[in-house]
């Protein structure tokens, strides 16, 4: 009989979310999908409806608007928020709150680079609102690999997810396999920490991302506000960031009037799988910003910025005396013998709203034309020792 119950429970809860998601419901292709009988659903539904949380329609049901009725068509009385604001949602066999075996409103496949330096930032926003919103989240790992990048979002497709989160590997997803792919996927997709601006006419594609250009914008008038005039950039070649950077970095100088000298520009080659190639090189960096009479650093990322302020110091460059510095990514950046100045992309907002925006794409409004979104998040300045006025 209690096995019985719940599986009453359980349908009722997916009746509920189909209702959430669709905002209607057909009650034979429902039982035809679910392999029960038509009866079984109309016997549900009328349950719902008798307790206000769904409308019964001319083969099957709608959503309801506003708060749940009662038998009689009354309101419930809310239990969760002063006189006039809802309280928390109900659901079959809930009481006032959903049942620990509910059904997830959906399932959002998610696929990152790396679950390693910066991306725990932003798969924990989307933990986050995936718990706050009832949405189950299943996570994939490129490795920077655009064959396993497309082989995990053609398993996750596979696996029936209603949405994905997608970070592609690299800087752009224009003349890709892997843009063929989500062009042609019929889920919601959000391209997470990458522009789409110039494959907008492939697919509908929604994106959120950190506004590295502000970002880089952001260090440089900081370090002019500071009265430096000599600011030098180095970023990491291999990094998507990096094109954003140089941009930012440029535009804020020119903003300032100061002519973009090339040589306070300068590019990390080398893979840290070579620690000690990687140190000669950051090294021989120092040594070019020196002759080229910097007073000021912006280094990416974190782990490069801590390599070249230790360098710094090594040779008795005083930071931030005779050198300030600012990294970009501020992960590790305040564990330097002086505390680094970061600039901190929003990290966590990237991956909580990228959920928010599938889970929106996925409501009742599915079939209406809700206008595609494309989403900057202005990153922050967090000031420590490195650049100590």
Avoid at 164 to 180: F, H, I, K, R, Y
Avoid at 341 to 357: E, L, N, R
């Amino acid at each position: 009989m209690e096995a019985a119950r719940v599986l009453t429970e359980d349908r009722k809860n997916q009746i509920l979310r189909e209702l959430a998601l669709r905002g209607s419901l057909n009650a034979a292709e429902f039982a035809r999908r679910m392999g029960i009988s038509g009866m079984t659903v109309r016997r549900d539904l009328a349950s719902l409806d008798g307790q206000g949380l769904l409308q019964r329609v001319h083969g099957g049901a709608v959503a309801v608007t506003g708060p749940p009725r009662g038998p009689a068509g009354q309101l419930h009385g809310n239990t969760g928020g002063p006189a006039g604001e809802p309280g928390p949602p109900t659901l079959a066999g809930s009481g006032t709150r959903p049942p620990a075996r509910q059904h997830p409103l959906a399932t959002i496949g998610m696929i990152v680079p790396t679950a390693r330096y910066y991306f725990p930032g932003i798969i924990r926003g989307a933990e986050t609102a995936a718990q706050e919103l009832g949405v189950r989240l299943v996570l994939g790992v490129s490795n920077y690999s655009p064959a396993e990048e497309q082989r995990q979002i053609q398993r996750l497709l596979k696996s029936g997810v209603d949405g994905l989160l997608v970070t592609p590997s690299g800087e752009t997803l224009a003349n890709t396999p892997t843009l063929d792919l989500l062009a042609s996927a019929e889920v919601p997709v959000i391209v997470v920490e990458r522009s789409i601006d110039d494959v907008m006419d492939d697919g509908s594609l929604e994106s959120v991302r950190s506004d590295h250009v502000r970002g880089a914008e952001i260090a440089v008038n900081h370090l002019l506000a500071l009265g430096h005039r000599k600011i030098a950039l180095c970023v990491r070649e291999s990094s998507p960031t990096a094109s954003r950077l140089l941009e930012g970095y440029r535009s804020a100088l020119q903003k300032a009037g100061i002519t973009h000298d090339p040589a306070l520009t300068w590019t990390i080659t080398t893979d840290t799988s070579d620690p000690e190639a990687l140190r000669q090189e950051v090294d021989s960096i120092v040594d070019g910003f020196a002759a080229a009479g910097a007073t000021a650093g912006i280094v990416h990322n974190d782990e490069d910025a801590l390599m070249f302020a230790g360098l710094c110091e090594a040779r008795g460059l005083r930071i931030p005396a005779d050198l300030a510095v600012v990294a970009y990514d501020d992960e590790i950046a305040s564990f330097g013998t002086v505390p680094l100045s970061a600039i901190a992309p929003p990290k966590f907002d990237v991956g909580y709203h990228a959920v928010q925006m599938c889970l929106n794409r996925l409501g009742p409004r599915r079939g209406s034309r809700l206008a595609l979104q494309r989403v900057s998040l202005s990153p922050a300045l967090v000031i420590r020792g490195s650049t100590a006025s």
